[in-house]
């Protein structure tokens, strides 16, 4: 079986393999990262075809067929994408490991809706954890990343 | 430690905190550092400058605040400095990262050797361009001629190839505060792209060619001894390469995490012992062991005052076990080169952990390393980090790499909780606020007593004033949590002066200016309630309201919070805190660090808890531990109030200890209802 991530194809022989556990130790993308393993706290979101999706609870089998999007995946040609940029520019991070979840999940509702009030960005992001407190400036740069693009 | 290009080196008391005893060597495992001196600063002939320190980064923004510290001293760009943190084979010693001592401690010493360096490129300069120093410039990496700028010389070329080593001058003239260019203005995190990138590898994500994964067996609760074990299932599972017992592990290592996972899964094990306790007989056994008392405070005679005087309260506070829950679970990996170890850790302590694996191993601290990875977060509690050496058995038995990574139980089980607290306080006080006597007498879980010790006596100025502090039974592994004591000793003295003041029918803010003298206190307080706009009003208010003042690791802070009683909830709508830590390297860094306090404070006061049911920690699943959401949160704002000519102090902790009390205060201003045990939510009527 192949899978499609970040735009190439990969073997995945075993379509009951977790899909974060995949990622990380199979392919080496361990910008998705091990949070809770019960898909409370967001660390581990991928985009499927660009629907957000939580990796610790799916399977390879379960996502093939489509393409998935990591972390590793959203900047082009060495370019961060603007809701990359946005942290960045907000100071939006203090350890940083649930930031990868956050961007992904950002650019999941951004995709959908690309104007979000702030309570659409609370609501879409309730599901991500960050113990740092780092929230504020998080929704500052959703709200930013919005604004700025096109 | 030399090499090409410009070293220098100090002493390394930088990396001992300036209260040893408040640390205590031994409860953290440390031993003081042998090696005398260390390299702290490289400038190279490649014109980059790199700087070396024991201390890590878990998020606390101190690889850009020393980054920020060296670039001004030395004149050069920001972007032409590396930070070096946490690998005991790179850095100099370091007793941990704990305590907010980083800015305030070594960061000096880096101001120091950068500004020695500085002074002694001055020197080589004027020798090579045959000037006095007075007609030299520094900026952008170069020494220049005042009269013709062509004649200049970049810091590589100074340096050449040529190994150079100084000490650290520790008279050496800092830069002033006024002549800062990058120091106090705000400047972005150096290692952000890497955290929006998925770039940065944390503990949880060290791979290396060959690797293990491995599952410990694991006790069902604290104490608990194993009677007997069953592996013979386990070790036929698919995937299983072995099953290890070493001392009191027992493991299964496979080739993948989850045949690890279902192999420890068929272990058979018998387990007995531990404390029987649940989590509702916690107040009382702190009140039947306490123990080991600490005088923290003595001023006076509060017998004598409580005899005489018109007023006296008592009231009794307290708050449970909470879960520090850094995101990232504690994970390493181990990997033997013969008899040389390396260990990749997320631990808050590279140089300790160095030290307790030696010492397992009965071989020289120089035959181990320990590389503190980037660490998903630690609030103190990845001081206690025991997969490190888990890791280093179980690869030593295996002749491969080893990765244990602790899953969300696993970090919340073998890790360790924030210690419960039990706080009886009395007062005496006249008709006009003024507190005429105070004893305060707390007893925080477990055997560590300087947790409890943290800012448990009063600021205020009470000419009777007794503080003591006691250790007891615990039923659960207690430690490190962010400001240690001093959250929970700060929310039962200034819900007490809360107390005072509405018996009274005095403002609050009144009460507090009454009987506060120090003039930082009282600074950070008008600064808070005037960016509030605070209005008098003897609570309560029906407004929801509330203040509080505190001190923590040598740093100032007050909070006004504005909060909505919305059914059974409590909606905090808006926070100020205003912040006296002295010099500020990076106001953004400071800023970030006082509004993640402020949501940690925030879980903690309302709804975090541990709970434990016959010896069981029942809720270390996020299923059934609630903490804040991007949906909780309020409105902050930092107001930074300090002045740059007083040295540094923390800005990592002292922001969380004004949040449950300001919480609780506001509460009784809006409702009426005096609520002394957190957290608040469970307990509002």
Same mark, same amino acid.
């Given at each position: ?30 910008? @998705? ?7 409370? /706290? ?19 089998? +379960? ?31 203090? /350890? ?35 113990? /740092?407190? @780092? ?16 | ?40 600063? #490289? ?34 760009? #920001? ?292 590389? +503190? ?154 600064? +808070? ?16 309201? =509330? ?33 006296? /830590? ?67 102090? =923390? ?35």
């Amino acid at each position: 079986m192949k899978v499609t991530v970040n735009g190439d194809q990969r073997d995945a022989p075993n379509q009951r393999r977790n899909l974060l556990s995949y990622l990380r130790f199979d392919l080496g993308l361990t910008g @998705t990262k091990y949070g809770c393993g019960e898909g409370l /706290c967001g660390a581990c979101t991928v985009l499927v075809d660009g629907q957000p999706l939580k990796a610790c609870m799916s399977t390879v089998g +379960a996502v093939a067929g489509g393409s998935i999007t990591t972390i590793e995946g959203v900047a082009q040609n060495g370019e961060l994408h603007a809701v990359q940029q946005a942290f960045v520019d907000e100071s939006a991070m203090q /350890c940083g490991y649930c930031i990868p979840g956050f961007i992904m999940m950002a650019i999941g509702l951004l995709d959908r809706e690309g104007r979000p009030s702030r309570d659409t960005v609370r609501q879409a992001l309730a599901g991500n954890l960050c113990r /740092c407190g @780092t929230y504020q400036r998080i929704e500052k740069a959703v709200l930013r990343a919005a604004g700025e693009s096109k | 430690m030399s090499e090409a290009g410009l070293s220098i080196v100090g002493d390394l008391t930088a990396g001992f905190p300036a209260r040893p005893g408040g640390y205590g060597t031994r409860a953290y495992g440390n031993t003081k550092p042998s090696g005398p001196r260390a390299r702290w600063l #490289l400038v190279g002939a490649d014109e980059r400058v790199t700087v070396f320190a024991g201390k890590v980064e878990y998020g606390q923004n101190i690889r850009t605040g020393f980054a920020v510290e060296v670039a001004d001293e030395l004149r050069v760009p #920001l972007a032409s400095v590396d930070v070096v943190l946490g690998d005991t084979d790179e850095v100099p010693w370091d007793m941990g990262t704990f305590g907010s001592q980083s800015t305030a401690r070594v960061g000096l010493q880096l101001r120091k050797a950068a500004a020695t360096a500085r002074e002694l490129l001055l020197d080589l300069a004027s020798r090579r361009l045959d000037l006095p120093r007075e007609d030299l410039i520094l900026g952008a990496g170069r020494v220049s001629s005042n009269a013709d700028p062509n004649r200049a010389f970049s810091y590589g070329e100074l340096v050449g190839d040529e190994e150079i080593e100084r000490d650290i001058d520790d008279d050496v003239v800092l830069t002033e505060p006024a002549e800062f260019t990058v120091m106090g203005s705000d400047v972005r995190r150096i290692d952000s792209e890497a955290r929006v990138t998925g770039e940065a590898i944390y503990s949880q994500d060290v791979l290396r060619p060959g690797m293990l994964f491995a599952r410990v067996l694991r006790a069902p609760a604290f104490g608990a001894t194993l009677v007997e074990a069953d592996t013979s299932a386990a070790e036929h599972m698919p995937g299983v390469v072995t099953v290890v017992r070493d001392g009191e592990i027992i493991a299964v290592l496979a080739e993948d995490d989850e045949s690890a996972e279902r192999a420890i899964g068929v272990v058979q094990a018998e387990w007995q012992g531990g404390p029987k306790g649940s989590s509702i007989d916690i107040p009382q056994m702190l009140a039947e062991t306490k123990r080991d008392p600490v005088a923290v405070q003595g001023i006076g005679d509060v017998e004598e005052a409580f005899r005489t005087s018109d007023h006296i309260l008592e009231a009794t506070y307290y708050g449970p076990h909470i879960a520090t829950l850094p995101m990232e679970p504690r994970a390493a990996v181990a990997e033997w080169d013969g008899d040389r170890l390396t260990v990749w850790a997320g631990t808050q302590r590279p140089f300790g952990i160095r030290t307790e694996l030696a010492g397992a191993f009965r071989t020289t601290e120089t035959n181990v390393r320990v590389i +503190a990875t980037e660490i998903g977060g630690g609030f103190g509690t990845k001081s206690w980090f025991p997969p490190a050496l888990e890791a280093a058995k179980l690869a030593r038995n295996a002749g491969r790499p080893v990765r244990v990574a602790y899953t969300r139980q696993e970090d919340a089980t073998e890790g360790n909780f924030r210690p419960a607290a039990l706080i009886e306080i009395k007062s005496a006080f006249r008709s006009d606020g003024t507190v005429t006597s105070w004893q305060f007498e707390a007893t925080h879980t477990g055997p560590m007593g300087y947790i409890a010790q943290r800012e448990a006596g009063t600021p205020y100025a009470i000419e009777n004033a007794k503080a003591t502090v006691y250790c007891s039974d615990t039923l659960v592994r207690v430690g490190s949590y962010r400001s240690l004591g001093a959250a929970l000793n700060n929310f039962a003295r200034e819900s007490h002066m809360d107390e005072i003041a509405a018996q009274l029918g005095i403002d609050p803010f009144e009460l507090r200016m009454r009987n506060m003298k120090e003039p930082r206190y009282r600074h950070v307080l008008e600064e +808070a309630a005037k960016q509030f706009g605070y209005e008098p009003g003897a609570a309560p208010t029906n407004r929801g309201i =509330g203040i509080a003042i505190g001190e923590d690791v040598g740093s100032y802070v007050a909070t006004c919070i504005e909060l909505g009683i919305e059914g059974k909830d409590i909606r905090v709508r808006r926070v100020v805190t205003a912040i006296d /830590c002295g010099l500020i390297v990076n106001p953004e860094g400071v800023r970030n660090q006082v509004e993640g306090s402020t949501m940690m404070g925030l879980g903690g006061a309302l709804y975090e808890a541990i709970e434990i049911g016959d010896g069981v920690v029942l809720n270390t699943s996020l299923s059934r531990y609630q903490v804040p959401r991007i949906t909780d949160t309020p409105d902050i704002e930092v107001v930074l109030a300090g002045d740059s000519n007083e040295p540094s102090t =923390g800005a990592g902790e002292p922001g969380i200890v004004t949040v449950a009390p300001a919480i609780a205060n506001a509460v009784f201003d809006a409702t009426g209802q005096r609520i002394r045990e957190l957290p608040l939510k469970r307990q509002l009527r």
